[in-house]
């Protein structure tokens, strides 16, 4: 499995990335990200957390993709994370690209 590739945001549309969490219980988490429009009033919850050490991380799966993430976000996803029902979040580790540097 490869490693996450973000797609760019279209700045003309002021676009976000918000990230639906599926659905499940286990130890491995799934995520898809998904452009939204802030015109369009996107519905979503904000995550406020402490990044924690940037060493200790873990991995989740992101439209079929590896993305790793500091443990302290992990739990976080993993704890807010429903059993039946997709939960929309922004999280700024996820949601911004933190490679890019434009």
Known sequence: MS????SHLCEQDNEIRILDI????????????????LSSNP???????????PALTNTIICDGQHLAITDNLFLAIRQLRHPTEYRTI???AVCINQEDVN
Not at 3 to 6: K, L
Not at 22 to 37: D, F, M, S, T, Y
Request: include cysteine; glycine fraction near 8%.
């Open 22 to 37: 599926v659905p499940g219980n286990g130890l491995e988490v799934h995520c898809e990200i998904k452009h939204a429009r």
């Open 3 to 6: 490693n996450y590739t973000y």
């Open 90 to 92: 922004w999280a700024d």
């Open 43 to 53: 519905h979503y919850e904000a995550l406020s957390y402490c990044w924690g050490n």
